[in-house]
């Protein structure tokens, strides 16, 4: 039998509804796995610590890449440099993508990278276009009074 979003807490997507208390914890609780494994290391943080250093040190490539990622983590995002003319009006916003083609096409940024930049150039884009319509509308309104 189906249950309606009243009766089982769900919005018409499956979702769980806002505010519901069917939906499981409450915002800020913990699971209790995590509880649980968090009970089991009281006090021996520092002896785990410890042994995987000595492990790493002793050549464990499992331990050595643990301690390694806690000391330097990779980075998720790395900065791109490359010739980019200034972008000041939306035919600016055109030439600078057409840069970011290049830059891609001449190996001096990733597919990702350049559609990274492209997205940022397209906000860049739609704020310019923005602030240069407010500004021909102002004009126009100005013209009338």
């Known amino acids: 039998m189906a249950h309606s979003p009243k009766t089982n807490g769900r919005k ?26 968090e009970a089991l290391l009281e006090g021996e943080h520092e002896k785990l610590t410890r042994k995987a250093v000595e492990l790493a040190l002793e050549g464990d490539t ?31 916003a055109v030439a600078a993508g057409a840069a970011v083609l290049d830059a891609m096409a001449g190996g001096d940024l990733t597919p990702d990278e350049a559609g990274r930049v492209m997205a940022v150039l397209t906000a860049h884009k739609a704020m310019v276009t ?9 004009a126009l309104e100005g013209t009338k009074k």
């Open 62 to 92: 499992v331990a050595l890449r643990l301690c390694l990622d806690r000391l330097a983590p990779s980075r998720r995002d790395a900065p791109v440099s490359f010739p980019l003319p200034p972008v000041r009006t939306a035919t600016d």
């Open 130 to 138: 923005l602030g240069e319509l407010e500004e021909r509308i102002a």
């Open 12 to 37: 018409t997507d499956g979702t769980f509804a806002e505010g519901n208390r069917l939906g499981g914890r409450k915002p800020g609780s913990r699971h209790k796995v995590s509880l649980a494994i």
